[in-house]
């Protein structure tokens, strides 16, 4: 790795983090504590209308979960950037992001109070005066997040596959932006029922 | 039988857009095994609010779509409850076609050698959709495959299986004012090497307001709670 990164940093639980990652780079997400998802969209830079698009990566692979070597495909069909290290194993891409609304549908009605990682997107897009809003938040990758869809289609919340000092690393194949949510769900194991920091780093 | 209020035929490669009301019921009928109907669906008016893949998914534990499952909005309502289905798997996860896909899967068919038997993709087939109603690429997110059904193994490859037959249906309830987009053109990993794909007949019927023992909204809690959201004076 450069000792002189882009950037290094380490984001709390439940908070966001959004940056762009030039042509080349090399980008890496640590599970610091393990089983800590990390909700992440990816746009081109600078136009966000081309975006991550989990349905065009998948129809390209034809695997579901991400690993080494899945290209993460655009909404126009491009490769935005490649994972070419994963200590993990795999990487969820249908599960989406949690919301105050899907918690209601999902727990009870009485859950909309709890912290959700589509909160923190909308924060992250407002506070650094993106030209994107709810319309461009599509649907994210779950970076070492477990969700199991068995041969006669059943999907689950699994516990984590995930621990600590775990890592996946990407490389940009054209500028983007990535935008994170470090996910706050205590509802599902998805956080191991204890969100955590991790460490985002690019060089 | 149902008084059928519109009744139109969808052509192979044709595609269509409409607002499904409130307690209507749209029928998607197959000719063939190559019916397959990609699907996007907006709140009528407020189109911010939009099918949601993954809330969808999630709340209900399913990777597909079949009878008393639900078409659940990012705003954690009912947009459109399936209430009947003819062959038991409408695939969410694997998006749809593009011009350069298409290319590469059929070679070129255009207007100018073929006039309207030229090829259409999926993706400018919805975005055409779309613009009528001043909505473009950055509403177009993941849409359902209906009649489609692809299956993970173990491993997690994905595959294209042998689904749908002519004469089976599905049927999907509205239960907001639903903007429906359709586009009637082959799945991306269907096993046809040529551009055919069979029409599809719509049937648009009034089928009433579900009851509290409606099997969409009984399925699950999940349901329940969705269609209470959507039943909402705030919704």
């Given at each position: 790795m450069n000792s002189h990164p882009l950037f290094d940093r380490i984001v709390p639980a439940g908070d966001g983090f959004t940056e762009v990652l030039p042509i080349g780079s090399r980008f890496r997400i640590t599970d610091l504590e393990g089983n800590q998802a990390v909700d992440t969209l990816f746009f081109a830079h600078p136009d966000g209308a081309e975006h991550y698009d989990a349905t065009a990566t998948l129809q390209r692979q034809q695997r579901i979960y991400l690993t080494t070597g899945s290209q993460l495909v655009s909404?126009?069909?491009?490769?935005?950037?490649?994972?070419?290290?994963?200590?993990?194993?795999r990487h969820d891409t249908i599960g989406g992001a949690c919301a105050c609304e899907s918690n209601q549908v999902r727990y009870a009605l009485d859950k909309r109070h709890m912290h959700a990682c589509r909160e923190t997107f909308l924060l992250q897009l407002a506070r650094n005066r993106l030209d994107l809003g709810k319309r461009d938040i599509a649907h994210n990758i779950n970076f070492f997040m477990n969700v199991p869809v068995t041969p006669d289609g059943g999907l689950q919340f699994a516990d984590g596959i995930s621990g600590p000092g775990r890592y996946v690393e990407l490389r940009a194949e054209t500028d983007c932006r990535v935008l994170i949510s470090n996910c706050p769900q205590l509802?599902?194991?998805?956080?191991?029922w204890n969100p955590t920091p991790v460490r985002v780093q690019a060089w | 039988m149902l008084n059928i209020l519109h009744h139109e035929t969808l052509r192979g490669g044709d595609k269509c857009s409409f607002i499904l009301p409130r307690h209507h019921a749209l029928t998607l009928t197959a000719s063939g095994q190559r019916s397959a109907v990609a699907l996007l669906a907006f709140r009528a008016g407020r189109t911010h609010e939009r099918y949601n893949m993954p809330d969808t998914l999630k709340a209900q534990h399913t990777a597909f779509l079949t009878t008393g499952r639900v078409l659940l909005s990012d705003m954690g309502r009912v947009l459109l409850s399936v209430t009947g289905d003819g062959c038991g798997w409408h695939d969410t996860i694997t998006g749809h076609l593009d011009a350069a896909a298409s290319q590469a899967k059929y070679g070129e068919r255009s207007y100018q050698q073929a006039r309207n038997d030229m090829i259409r993709n999926t993706r400018d087939n919805l975005l055409i959709e779309l613009g009528k109603w001043e909505l473009g690429e950055r509403d177009l997110h993941a849409n359902l495959n209906v009649f489609v059904k692809i299956v993970a193994d173990a491993d997690g490859a994905l595959s294209w299986q042998p689904n749908v037959q002519a004469g089976q249906q599905l049927i999907l309830r509205a239960e907001l004012d639903t903007l429906i987009v359709l586009s009637n053109t082959p799945h991306p990993m269907d096993p046809w090497p040529d551009y055919a794909p069979d029409p599809v007949e719509l049937a648009i019927t009034a089928v009433g307001a579900p009851g509290p023992d409606d099997p969409c909204r009984t399925s699950r809690p999940e349901n329940a709670r969705a269609f209470q959201l959507s039943e909402s004076i705030l919704a």
């Open positions: 909404n126009r069909g491009r490769t935005l950037l490649t994972i070419i290290d994963d200590t993990c194993g509802n599902n194991p998805c956080n191991g | -």
